[in-house]
């Protein structure tokens, strides 16, 4: 996960040590908007191979909702 937190940080310009499980997608320090949104699909298949909806990753409240999706969609 370690790269996808990497990607995380820099789709939403901010140092890498504040990305984790528990950070949250709509907070007042960044934009959980389309631009991040189609940032974060693009990553998510760099990283896993994985290409997963638009409108599921916009309305994730935390990276771990992501992980989630990114787990559900491992398992086929």
Do not use: Q, R
């Amino acid at each position: 996960m370690s790269n996808f937190y990497d990607g995380m940080a820099e789709i939403f310009e901010i140092e890498n040590s504040k990305i984790s499980s528990d950070f949250e997608l709509h907070s007042a320090d960044i934009a959980w908007d389309s631009l991040a949104v189609v940032s974060t699909i693009a990553l998510i298949d760099d990283c896993f191979d994985l290409m997963l909806e638009g409108k599921a990753l916009a309305a994730c409240e935390k990276i771990s909702d992501i992980e989630k999706l990114i787990e559900t969609a491992k398992k086929g």
